[in-house]
């Protein structure tokens, strides 16, 4: 199973920790760890390239697991509004969909949130 947990600070997302193999098919042909690996580069991607922030992530090939933090996500480190809304509005969605995913995939995924402070 792969858990997902949300970390936020006063409510804003600011990023996330995966841990887990998902389990649902074999190495190197599971869709589900796919779609997961998609969308957490597409994160980072986003972030970098298009929000022009600094994404300080990590990904153990070996065990699959990753840790992201956004600071510019939070208005402690971030004054542009509109850019601390579009970090923390994008991990969200990313959030928000595999709250969708996990409707199907109960057995395999795990989705938590973690108030915390950064």
């Not at 970098?48 to 996500?73: F, M, N, P, Q, R």
């Amino acid at each position: 199973m792969t858990t997902v947990t949300f970390l936020k600070s006063g409510g804003f997302y600011y990023g996330f920790e995966e841990q887990g193999h998902t389990g649902y098919g074999e190495s190197g042909d599971d869709v589900l760890c796919a779609a997961l690996s998609s969308m957490t580069m597409l994160i980072v991607n986003a972030i970098e390239v298009s929000y022009g922030c600094d994404v300080d992530y990590k990904i153990d090939e070996v065990t699959t697991d990753i840790s992201l933090t956004v600071k510019s996500a939070l208005p402690k480190y971030e004054k542009d509004e509109r850019k601390q809304f579009a970090v923390s509005g994008l991990i969200q969605a990313y959030y928000l969909q595999l709250m969708d995913l996990i409707e199907d995939y109960y057995e395999f995924l795990d989705v938590k949130e973690k108030e915390t402070e950064l």
